[in-house]
T-cell receptor, first 116, second 109 residues
Framework: GAGVSQSPSNKVTEKGKDVELRCDPISGHTALYWYRQSLGQGLEFLIYFQGNSAPDKSGLPSDRFSAERTGGSVSTLTIQRTQQEDSAVYLC??????????????FGQGTRLTVV | LAKTTQPISMDSYEGQEVNITCSHNNIATNDYITWYQQFPSQGPRFIIQGYKTKVTNEVASLFIPADRKSSTLSLPRVSLSDTAVYYCLVGVSNYQLIWGAGTKLIIKP
């Protein structure tokens, strides 16, 4: 596609349920990032993929959070046993990586997760 | 990892030039300075990136002094549609960037 696509755009779930968030990056982008953003706050880094491997998972807030990427393309972020504090907008971004340097990251529209 | 300090909010008027300054005293030799723009209910969008001196593109200019401990994003002749949150980021790799709360810029008619 032309841009980074995330689904669903909105998700309301009951506390304790599992949720899966999907990210479809720009074709050819080897790097993929997941972030979380609470209202009025900056982005909180969750995890980074280079190809299918995740060199940096340091931002995952607990073992209830996991992510995978397959075929160097689509990624899913899974939150198990959701809690109310998980409510936020989850953003995905992708980019080229040139010798580890920053290149422009392209963001999706995000998934707004509400845990009730 | 370098942290940045920028004003929480700024106001300006249509047609004015807006300058947003960011402090990054702990910037490392290899770090780049990158600015993103975010509209409500959207993901951030890349504006400009630089290492030193001045960088200009069709949207903005970025001024970086010799000591690189600060940078200034300049938006020429702003319009109402430039109302957004602007983030200043410093680092080498995207996943290492620390996102603060940004500067909320409000453009008035």
């Amino acid at each position: 596609g032309a841009g980074v696509s995330q689904s669903p755009s909105n998700k309301v779930t009951e506390k304790g349920k599992d949720v899966e968030l999907r990210c479809d990056p720009i074709s050819g982008h080897t790097a993929l990032y997941w972030y979380r953003q609470s209202l009025g706050q900056g982005l909180e880094f969750l995890i980074y993929f280079q190809g299918n491997s995740a060199p940096d998972k340091s931002g995952l807030p607990s073992d209830r959070f996991s992510a995978e990427r397959t075929g160097g393309s689509v990624s899913t972020l899974t939150i198990q046993r959701t809690q109310q504090e998980d409510s936020a907008v989850y953003l995905c971004a992708s980019s080229f990586v040139s010798r580890g340097l920053n290149t422009e990251a392209f963001f999706g529209q995000g998934t707004r997760l509400t845990v009730v | 990892l370098a942290k940045t300090t920028q004003p929480i909010s700024m106001d300006s008027y249509e047609g004015q030039e807006v300058n947003i300054t960011c402090s990054h005293n702990n910037i490392a030799t290899n770090d780049y300075i990158t600015w993103y723009q975010q509209f409500p209910s959207q993901g951030p969008r890349f504006i400009i990136q630089g290492y030193k001196t001045k960088v200009t593109n069709e949207v903005a200019s970025l001024f970086i002094p010799a000591d690189r401990k600060s940078s200034t994003l300049s938006l020429p002749r702003v319009s109402l549609s430039d109302t957004a949150v602007y983030y200043c980021l410093v680092g080498v790799s995207n996943y290492q960037l620390i996102w603060g709360a940004g500067t909320k810029l409000i453009i008035k008619p």
